[in-house]
T-cell receptor, first 115, second 117 residues
């Protein structure tokens, strides 16, 4: 089954404790992206990756890091989480050949609470 | 810069009645437009898209959307609402001519649709 898998789905942590949210897709997609969803703000892009070793900032990259060492994986790293990073996070992917016109495939989301 | 607006935070409709969820956009050229749906505790799912051609596009679950260039709108519609259509709906736009950022999809804030039995 084609899917984007995120882990963990739910996480409560404390300020400053480094954490990683993993994202893996099994569709051989080149393009992957991270979004955060906040009430009243919709989805905002954090980082995206066009392919292995090719990442770039989205609209709200501050406080986040990403890496793309393998095509299927695109982890989101919070080096020193703060309460304003409490949010619902989504990973998404798309095939490069249809990236302009094609749809994004989303993971189920990771709800992060930073105390 | 590209942007999209969903003017209604919530839409309530009775089961069996037609529904409309509104979306307006702003891009410098011809837009690519998308609708996504989010059911509770789930990720976003693609519903339909407009790239070019016929202004009325049909998508999943009986939904359709009409592209109106003069009004810069892309409203989502369904002739007869179901209780199971209750969800959060997002409109999204991509400007294919914006250069380096042309792959970026900009989402609206979402509209919560409640279908009342």
């Amino acid at each position: 089954e084609a899917q984007v898998t995120q882990n963990p789905r739910y996480l409560i942590t404390v300020t400053g404790k480094k954490l990683t949210v993993t994202c893996s897709q099994n569709m051989n997609h080149e393009y992957m992206s991270w979004y955060r969803q906040d009430p009243g703000l919709g989805l905002r892009q954090i980082y995206y990756s066009m392919n292995v070793e090719a990442t770039d900032k989205g609209d709200v990259p501050e406080g986040y890091k990403v890496s793309r060492k393998e095509k299927r994986n695109f982890p989101l790293i919070l080096e020193s989480p703060s309460p304003n990073q409490t949010s619902l996070y989504f990973c998404a992917s798309s095939a490069y050949r249809v990236i302009n016109t094609g749809e994004l495939f989303f993971g189920e989301g990771s709800r992060l609470t930073v105390l | 810069a590209q942007s999209v607006a969903q003017p209604e935070d919530q839409v309530n409709v009775a089961e069996g009645n037609p529904l409309t969820v509104k979306c307006t956009y702003s891009v410098s050229g011809n837009p690519y437009l998308f609708w996504y749906v989010q059911y509770p505790n789930r990720g976003l799912q693609f519903l339909l898209k407009y790239i070019t051609g016929d202004n009325l596009v049909k998508g999943s679950y009986g939904f359709e959307a009409e592209f109106n260039k003069s009004q810069t709108s892309f409203h989502l519609k369904k002739p007869s609402a179901l209780v199971s259509d209750s969800a959060l709906y997002f409109c999204a736009v991509r400007d294919p001519y914006s250069g380096a950022g042309s792959y970026q999809l900009t989402f609206g804030k979402g509209t919560k649709l409640s279908v009342i039995p």
